[in-house]
Nanobody
């Protein structure tokens, strides 16, 4: 069965850093575009960053220059390095896998990131 398991969330002070991980199983990892999305209570789920099969990256304007998405084919893992964190980054962060050629999409369970002093 397909699983996307996020880890690395937690509580951090403004200006701090976190590294989120998403371990994928049950898929041919290199067939999928991968992404990170986030959602605060009562808010829309928004794109944070994506990385394609060809390693092309895309970032929301609000995180550009602070966050970096990457993928490791050896471990079927996608990462989100989050630096210079702000209180407005507080949200549940979700890992996404999208097989464009077949319109197939999967989501992880989410990991909480809280930025507060």
């Amino acid at each position: 069965q397909v699983q996307l398991v996020e880890s690395g969330g937690g509580l951090v002070q403004p200006g701090g850093s976190l590294r989120l991980s998403c371990a994928a199983s049950g898929i041919i990892f290199n067939f999928y575009d991968m992404g990170w999305y986030r959602q605060a209570p009562g808010k829309q789920r928004d794109l944070v960053a994506t990385i394609s099969r060809d390693a092309n990256t895309n970032y929301a304007d609000s995180v550009k220059g602070r966050f970096t998405i990457s993928r490791d084919i050896a471990t079927n893992t996608v990462y989100l390095q989050m630096n210079s964190l702000k209180p407005e980054d507080t949200a549940v962060y979700y890992c996404n896998a999208y097989y464009r050629a077949r319109g197939r999409e999967y989501w992880g369970q989410g990991t909480q990131v809280t930025v507060s002093s």
